[in-house]
Structures are given as C-alpha cells and as structure tokens.
C-alpha cells in the first residue's frame, strides 16, 4: 500500500509545476490494460469515511455506485477487453472509494443520461468530466478534482513555445470546434486583438481529428485549440505535438470539474476530503502524470465552489 510519507514532497511538486507552467510530455504509451500491474492504491483515511452519512440509501448495497462516460481517452474510454471502463475518472472513482473504504462499482453511462440517472437514484456518483456551474448546483453537489481546460497545441517542431494570451494568436491559423465553448473564446480574443489593432486570426474547421492532424502536421494550421485532455492523450501517444498553453474552459472564469451527487445527500463532504487525502499523499499527482493530465491539476478540493454562471 501506499503511504502519505512515500509520496508527500514528490507530489506537491508535482503538483505544483503542473499549475504554474505550461506542461511539456516526452512520448509515453498511456496502457489502456484492463488490469494495469501500475494501477495506484490508496489506504483508508478514518476521518473521511467518517464523513459518510450513515443513513444514506445508497443505489445498491455494499458498494459506491459511481456512473462514468467513457467518452474518450484519456478521461475514460473502454479498455483493451471492450468491457472495463478506464481512463482518469475511472481511476479517481476506484481511488476515492478506496480512501472511503467502501468498494466502487463503476456504471458505463450515455453522458446525456447522467442528470436524470443520478436524480432517480440508479447510482450514488458521477465522476464524468461535469463542470461545475450555477445551473447544475441548484439540483447538485460538486466535489471539484480537475480543472476544465482547453490546450493549444502546436507541432512538436514548431517555434511556437507559448500561447497564453489574445495576443500571442494573432496572424495565427488556429483550429478549433464550429459552435463550441472554445470556439466563443477564440472569437472574443480575436475581436480584442482586432480593436488592439493586431492582425486577425484564421479560424479552420475539420469533421475529424484525423483531418485537424495533417493540417497541423503539414503547416497548414498554426495551432489546434480544443480541449486539453483528448490533445494530451494523443501528444503522449504520438509524440507529434506538444502543449503551449491552458485556457479555462470558462475564460475569462476558472473552470472546475467536480465528482457530482444529488443535492443534500450528504456524500459531497466525505467525497471532498477523499480528494483531497489523494492530493495530500501523492496519489493525486502521480494519477495526473499517469494520465498526462498534469496542467489540470487543482491544488485542493472544494464542496461547491462558485460554478459558471447561468446563460
């Protein structure tokens, strides 16, 4: 088992250098084994599971019932055998459950479905890439352990070795999705370029991420923005890109990702400090960089923070 000492110091800073820099990942092969032999193990924290309402009806006896999308690497997505779910929130799922010392049944769920399922009882958790927001809090708790980002990334052989602000896109061609949150942000940091008097931005559109790849690859594309997790996963893969820059995908707002739990069930506190024992021994930064997620890395867990406003 692992122990707070062992990983402590190592993993605050890795924490730590995760938030304050842009990240740059050498080419790793991120195991989609349903049965990894590095899979991370946590010991239980008393006084977390301590926090457990013991009068909770919980979806099914025995165990954490915890519904998880698995939409795409490296957040989750269907291992090696087609039949386990792994990926990050996976992970965080088995973990917490480990730390509450309470064993977690993972639920494969259809993301549209998540609201309703977990209103009506069919499982305790959603541990699936919802954000935070002022909306979802009025039916919801939130248990924050990830940030919401979008990357740039550019080749790996580009010169481009920063993109932290409107500025630095100006000239640029930049891809990003029609219709998308990160499509409204490149839009707003081109109008302020433009009324900076800098040049516009050329703004590219692909069907897939095959296409939006050799645009890059082949120079047509400056840079691609879209959501930092799936970019990530591929640039570890790949070796072909690399991270030049984080946006909140709520820009100009912080963005935050929370374990999600019917309202006033009680379970949003013991879930918190469950992240945060991970975050105080190590676990939390040694799954990040597991899962080359290190640039959305918080520095601690919150019950419901101020989430993105309504519409």
Do not use: C
Not at 88 to 107: H, K, M, T
Not at 195 to 218: H, W
Not at 259 to 268: E, H, P
């Amino acid at each position: 088992m692992t122990t707070r000492k062992t990983f402590l110091m190592a993993g605050t800073a890795l924490l730590l250098s995760a938030i304050l820099a842009p990240a740059t990942f050498a080419q790793t092969s991120l195991s989609l084994d349903p049965n990894p032999t590095d899979r991370l193990h946590a010991e239980k924290n008393d006084a977390a599971a301590a926090l457990l309402p013991a009068d909770h009806k919980w979806a099914k006896d025995g165990v954490i019932s915890i519904a998880v999308a698995p939409w795409a690497p490296p957040i989750a997505t269907y291992a090696t055998d087609a039949t386990t779910v792994v990926g990050f929130d996976p992970d965080v799922a088995r973990l917490v459950g480990e730390v509450l010392d309470v064993p977690v049944e993972i639920v494969p769920v259809a993301w549209a479905d998540w609201p309703l399922g977990l209103a009506s009882g069919k499982y305790d958790a959603v541990i699936s890439n919802v954000g935070v927001t002022e909306e979802r809090k009025e039916k919801f708790d939130f248990s924050t352990y990830r940030l919401g980002l979008h990357g740039f990334y550019v080749k790996a052989d580009s010169p481009i070795t920063a993109i932290t602000e409107p500025k630095d896109i100006a000239g640029l061609k930049v891809i990003t999705g029609s219709g998308t949150i990160q499509e409204k942000i490149i839009l707003q940091w081109d109008e302020l370029n433009k009324q900076a008097g800098l040049a516009p931005v050329e703004i590219q559109y692909y069907d897939d991420d095959a296409a939006a790849g050799l645009a890059l690859a082949s120079g047509r594309a400056d840079t691609n923005f879209n959501p930092n997790s799936t970019q990530a996963y591929h640039a570890a893969q790949t070796g072909e890109t690399k991270l030049v820059g984080t946006v909140s995908s709520g820009w100009p707002l912080p963005a935050e990702v929370g374990i999600t739990t019917v309202k006033g069930s009680g379970l949003a506190e013991p879930f918190t400090a469950a992240i945060n024992d991970l975050i105080e021994t190590g676990l939390y930064a040694q799954l990040l960089e597991q899962w080359n997620l290190g640039a959305e890395g918080i520095d601690v867990a919150k019950t419901n923070p101020p989430g993105l406003p309504k519409p």
